[in-house]
């Protein structure tokens, strides 16, 4: 794979990438106002989204950090977002360019004031994985193997302004309007900047790995604060295949329903005892070991789950307070939901919505197993999702409403929905966390 020797770090710079991007964009949508006097609007509109959906991947993953990170957050988004979208920037999961091995030495000497040889028995200065916050490197201590995350540079110090130039596009494509709406992006800059933070986030690791090590078929990795600083984390090297490659060939149903009742543990274990749950479940930040078993990594976007947010979030989760139209209501209004300065038009129709969407997203709780595996299941959310998403009612509403909370709680069941999904898992036992 082609490497990169630079990295545009400059609120200009990064700035200028994108307006050149906007430009290639433009140029895309003169050629699907052609395209469309020849052929059909599907064709013509599918045109279109693949070569935007190009032209915008190559831009950000040379920009790199968090303008490549929301890119990775959308591309969970299956249900919303066209599909081109979705295969393009699921790339930025875990296969990016990487940095050149000169580049690695450079910054490993800036965050830690040493060369890795000078740490380390041996360390391969090209990467083995490289995703949108930082990469990873091989190397051995005393016999041992070990992944050295190294973050690419000038990340942490450009998210606000990254955010900035994302903001109007972000705004557009979920109609976020009014006032309130830095409440959300503060939420997601406020994540984003954890996630720069590594002390923090091996802090976060070890304490996950040690809450969560009694969890069947759950593996961690050890870390290594020794040989680790604020900018670099050591820990084991984890040997496994990414689970979307695992997923890709597996007919073991035996072993699916294992690895997908791991991963269904792992969340709800977190969700309902820790009240903390680690908000990136994609398929970059999970193995699959040799013996079938779950590896958990990369614990720098988490969650922390206040009371007042998980009780009524929950509560409705249960299919008598959803058909309780009086408390169903006042639940709305707890979650932010609804608001006070609705109109009676937007209040009728964002119940009405919201009954529909958690009728149907909160049934794997309505039964002691599930079947993930059923395509009829994600179709219909699917549909769901596509269904609002062009709906010119609502895009005459105000599209900013729900607490900020939601943003993470809700990536977190999309994503681990459809990684259960992906593996085909059936007959989860949904409560199992009750007696772990």
Known sequence: MKTIDSIPVSKIHRASKLVSTGAKVGVNYLKYYGDKLTKTEDVARLRLNENNAEDIYDSLKQLKGSALKVAQMLSMEKSIMPQAYVEKFSLAQFSVPPLSPPLVLKTFKNYFGKLPNELYDSFNSTSV???????????????KKLAVKIQYPGVAQSIASDLALVKPIAMKMFNIK???????????EGKLIEETNYVLEMKQSQEIASACSHIPNLLFPQYYEELSSDRIITMDYMQGEHLSEFTAYNTD??????LGQALWDFYMYQIHKLKKVHADPHPGNFLISEEGKLIALDFGCMKTIPDDFYSPYFE????????NQEFFISKLYQLEILREDDSKEEADFFAVMFHELLSLFTQPFHAETFDFSDGEFFGKITELGQRYSKSTELRKMNGNRGSKHFIYMNRTFFGLYNLIFDLKAKDIKINNFKTL
Request: proline letters at 2%; glycine letters at 8%.
């Open 129 to 143: 994985n490289a995703a949108s916050i930082g990469q990873v490197h091989l190397a051995e201590k005393n016999g």
């Open 253 to 258: 149903q035996e072993k699916a329903n294992l």
């Open 316 to 323: 409705l989760a249960k299919p008598e307070n959803i058909t």
């Open 178 to 188: 009014g006032k309130d709406s830095d409440k959300y992006f503060k939420e997601v």
